[in-house]
């Protein structure tokens, strides 16, 4: 078993406590080495990178960790925990990983996946036409999703796949669609949606991580309303 955690030493201890075993050291890594802290997108990041290892039956490393420096409160040799320092080939079809992503900005997430398995959808070929459906909040973004869609069809599994796939997105503003038997350069996406021009304005985003002093929520909204109240006089 592969366990997938989320840094805390709490969490790889309570980890280790549960799943731990005798005869052989458990694997615990994590995504933030490979593209840093995502707060609400992390445990889809995490989830991608267990099913990518499960696909091509590898173990691929924590970038940047070396034997021996790891948090002096995680019990490594009590619960026999050991961080993937380098890819490493694995036999078993049937391996368990476990994502455990909780904490920053609220959005927790945490399942148990085992093995891979080539859908037959995927698997089968084709000579339908199929729907090709793309979109995005701006013109020029609409345009290089369509360019890199076509780029690189030729990686994906099959066009009933790829189809699948974009008709079950979440649609923005502009829309454009295809109808073709193949996905490559010499597919032709027709607008559906026109482009309404509107202003960007400024947002304010809060995490809800509200640990890096006492009452900071409470301090930081109170000089943010006394700087709209100063902004109307």
Known sequence: MYLFY???HFKANAIGRVFGREDSY???????????????????A??????????HQQLVPNLHFKKGEGNPDIKFEEYK????????KFENPEELMMISSFGFGGANGCTIIQGYKQSSEQAQTSSLPQLFLVS???????????QKLKSSSKTF???AAISHTLYNRSLHRLVSFAIDEQLNENTIFVPTRKCVDQPLSCIWVFAGQGKNFTNWPSFFFS?????MFMLLL
């Open 46 to 55: 995490g989830l991608l990178k267990c099913i990518l290892m499960l696909e």
């Open 223 to 227: 000089k943010m309303f006394l700087m």
């Open 157 to 159: 599994h099959s066009p």
């Open 136 to 146: 995005a909040s701006t013109p020029h973004a609409l345009e290089a999703r369509i």
């Open 6 to 8: 989320s840094s805390s």
């Open 81 to 88: 925990l050991s961080v993937q320092t380098e890819i490493e």
């Open 26 to 44: 458990l694997r615990i890594g994590s995504v933030k080495s490979n593209v840093g802290h995502l707060e609400t997108a992390s445990f889809m």
